[in-house]
């Protein structure tokens, strides 16, 4: 049986989080979805707090994954140990608040999702990721296999999709905030994108204002990110896995203004 699970690009600031909450439930329908997953590290700008985390998942997530933003704002520790929906990276150290794989039930077939965070030019105090997915795989079974990983290079991306080929059902890419075009199956069955995108405004330099990016490369100070006003995008991809073999048999961009 056919599965379409939606992946959704990191959330930034209000914007971000008001066309989720507007458009989430719409697209999860048109595209008959059975499950999703949401990155929300950037909620806030830097973290997220309790309040944005709950939006995101009344929104319709069902997973929320982080980043390397994961403890922007600190009081998120007391709902990452309480919240089974809401992962940090897996590979942080092991007296750090909450989990980073969950096994999520919908009856038919369970979903474990794994959140890692990569160490190339971003996390160089985290475990190896590499090694950390194979100890969770080796864990609790599940039809399918879900990894959001965090990372900041390219190339860290490509071969962790390769590494997990056929070991997982489908690996996405968060952090760059701006989506690739090489949505693809992998030769053994991965589906797999380097990178989502984001959720928020489309007139920005990731999401905050552009004359705030554009001064501080100019040598300005730097300050609280703001969030621009106007148009947004609901950047993600749509992975289709097959319950027979638990692996992905087509991946599709969605980008919803």
């Not at 150290?93 to 989990?99: I, V």
């Not at 399918?144 to 965090?150: A, E, G, R």
């Not at 056929?166 to 952090?175: E, F, I």
Request: glycine fraction near 12%; charged fraction near 20%; include cysteine.
């Amino acid at each position: 049986m056919e599965y379409h699970i939606l992946a959704v690009g990191d959330v930034v600031m209000e914007p971000g989080l008001r066309h989720l909450e507007r458009h989430l439930r719409p697209l999860k329908k048109l595209k008959n979805i059975a499950f999703t997953v949401v990155n929300g590290e950037n909620a806030a700008g830097v973290g997220l707090t309790e309040e944005q985390a709950w939006r995101i998942y009344d929104a319709g997530a069902d997973v929320v994954t982080l980043g390397n933003h994961a403890f922007g704002k600190s009081q998120i520790g007391t709902l990452l140990d309480e919240a089974p929906w809401l992962l940090r990276p897996a590979n942080y150290a092991a007296r750090t608040p909450g989990r980073g794989c969950g096994v999520y039930d919908l009856g038919p077939v369970q979903i474990r999702v794994m959140n890692l965070i990569g160490r190339c030019d971003l996390a160089w105090g985290a475990d190896n990721p590499f090694t950390a997915a194979d100890r969770l795989l080796e864990k609790d079974k599940a039809t399918f296999t879900l990894v959001d990983f965090h990372a900041e290079a390219t190339s860290e991306k490509l071969a962790m999709g390769y590494y997990l080929d056929g070991r997982v059902s489908a690996l996405w890419g968060t952090h760059t905030h701006v989506p690739t075009a090489d949505e693809r199956v992998y030769p053994k069955g991965t589906g797999y994108i380097t990178d989502l995108g984001m959720t928020g405004a489309v007139e920005s330099v990731l999401g905050i204002r552009p004359e705030q990016s554009v001064e501080g490369f100019l040598g300005g100070l730097p300050g609280r990110y703001q969030a621009p006003q106007g148009p947004c995008k609901l950047q993600g991809a749509i992975f289709t896995l097959d319950s027979t073999t638990g692996l992905c048999t087509a991946v599709e961009r969605v980008d919803v203004r």
